[in-house]
């Protein structure tokens, strides 16, 4: 396993999840008294687990039959256009 790929993925993944509407969603089923947090903690956990998983078999399936280029272009574009988007609604 080659480190730097892993950290270079890890902190990549960490940064986009951070303040996203995943992270919300589980910190408001954790501010329920009734729900234990480590009920929480794991099945949040379990459903990006099995979302990454999902990532991998479509990226590798598109990867097949997309140059990973074109595939980098229709995902920052997807991007700004969501950035456009929330900046217009606020």
Do not use: C
Request: proline share 1%.
């Amino acid at each position: 396993m080659d480190l730097k790929i892993f950290l270079t993925i890890f902190a990549t993944v960490l940064f986009a999840e951070l303040g996203d509407k995943t992270q919300l969603a589980t910190m408001l089923f954790a501010t329920n008294a009734q729900n234990s947090r480590l009920m929480v903690f794991l099945a949040s956990a379990s459903a990006l687990v099995l979302a990454s998983g999902i990532a991998v078999l479509v990226g590798n399936a598109l990867g097949k039959y997309v140059d990973p280029k074109h595939l980098s272009w229709i995902a920052g574009i997807g991007f700004v256009m969501i950035g456009i988007w929330t900046i217009a609604k606020a």
